[in-house]
């Protein structure tokens, strides 16, 4: 199995930063695409940022120019910066990974979600 903990939520003022981190650990042979989604309550949880294991990125249009992820590989972790946040920002934010596992000399590619960390943003 794949295990994902988040860390880095909290309270803020807008304008303000928090930094979440997303490390991976367990058995698997590689994590590939990873990714920070956000939730808020009522809505559909849609995907804030995402980057590839080479490092690529692509984010949501509401976050460009001040949200940025990051990897460590060798860590199986990681990060989403965020600045100046705004209250529609406020959210659970959930980070993803594609991690591939060795079944039964078989290679698969699932996909796992973090328990989620709660962003508030107050204006």
């Known amino acids: 199995q794949v295990q994902l903990v988040e860390s880095g939520g909290g309270l803020v003022q807008a304008g303000g930063s928090l930094r979440l981190s997303c490390a991976a650990s367990?058995?698997?042979?590689?994590?590939?695409?990873m990714g920070w989604y956000r939730q808020d309550p009522g809505k559909q949880r849609e995907l804030v940022a995402s980057?590839?294991?080479?490092?690529?990125?692509d984010y949501a249009d509401s976050v460009k120019g001040r949200f940025t992820i990051s990897r460590d590989n060798a860590k199986n972790t990681m990060y989403l910066q965020m600045n100046s946040l705004k209250p529609e920002d406020t959210a659970v934010y959930y980070c993803?990974?594609?991690?591939?596992?060795?079944?039964?000399?078989?290679?698969?590619?699932?996909?796992?979600w973090g328990q989620g960390t709660q962003v508030t943003v107050s204006s």
């Open positions: 993803n990974v594609q991690a591939t596992r060795r079944i039964w000399g078989d290679f698969r590619t699932y996909a796992y």
């Open positions: 367990g058995s698997f042979v590689s994590i590939n695409d």
């Open positions: 980057i590839t294991s080479g490092g690529s990125t």
